[in-house]
């Protein structure tokens, strides 16, 4: 079979808040101090003002960007740098676990976290996690994660009563760009319990 491409996306959008307003606070003051300045200190405004920018506020850009989660019938892909570039593939038939993990602030932005639990992905040949962070649309992500899994093997569902968050619970996998975007990163701590399948 083909391979075909069942979503690509990046991480939310709520990721550029904080360049937002740094942006916000950096073009006022720079303006104010520019309207006091002259000459020598005036470039030197100028230039310590576009330092905080392109540290604040475009390289967070940039990065959230060239930042996409890929996935496809047959494996999950990340890639993300900006200067150089890196990338990951994960085959579905290593995946042995799919946890969703919301935290307060994911869930008031409306975002969340995609754990795969793979195996072989580890340095000791164990397993390991690939974590797909602040996803727009989450529960739909988790769901649509589960069904490509699954199509390599059997799986369990244990959805514990006690940790439904009130998903979209939208089927996934409609082979569209959502338009929201962000960077990938490790995901610090065990996967949660509750809110995920595992393969026999």
């Known amino acids: ?37 002259d000459g020598w200190a005036a470039r030197v405004v100028l230039g310590v003002s576009a330092l905080v920018v392109v540290r604040a506020v475009v390289w ?42 919301r935290s307060v602030r994911q869930r008031l932005l409306g975002c969340g976290t995609v754990v795969l639990v793979a195996r072989g992905t580890a340095s000791d040949g164990g397993t390991g996690e690939v974590a797909l962070v602040d996803v727009p649309q989450p529960e739909r992500l988790w769901r649509a994660a589960a069904a490509l899994a699954e199509e390599g093997g059997g799986v369990w569902w244990d959805d514990e009563p006690g940790d439904r968050d009130g998903g979209d619970g939208t ?13 990938g990163a490790a995901r610090e701590g065990a996967v949660p319990a509750g809110r995920r399948w595992g393969r026999r």
């Open 1 to 37: 079979m083909d391979e075909r491409v069942v979503v690509r996306l990046r991480a939310h959008s709520s990721r550029l808040l904080g360049p937002a307003l740094g942006l916000l606070l950096v073009a006022p003051v720079a303006g104010a101090l520019l309207g006091r300045s």
């Open 60 to 101: 967070p850009f940039l990065r959230w960007w060239t930042t996409t989660y890929e996935l496809t019938t047959r494996r999950v892909s990340l890639r993300w740098g900006v200067a150089s570039r890196h990338g990951r593939d994960v085959p579905w038939r290593h995946v042995v676990d799919v946890a969703l993990d």
């Open 171 to 183: 089927g996934g996998g409609d082979g569209t760009d959502d338009g929201n975007g962000g960077e």
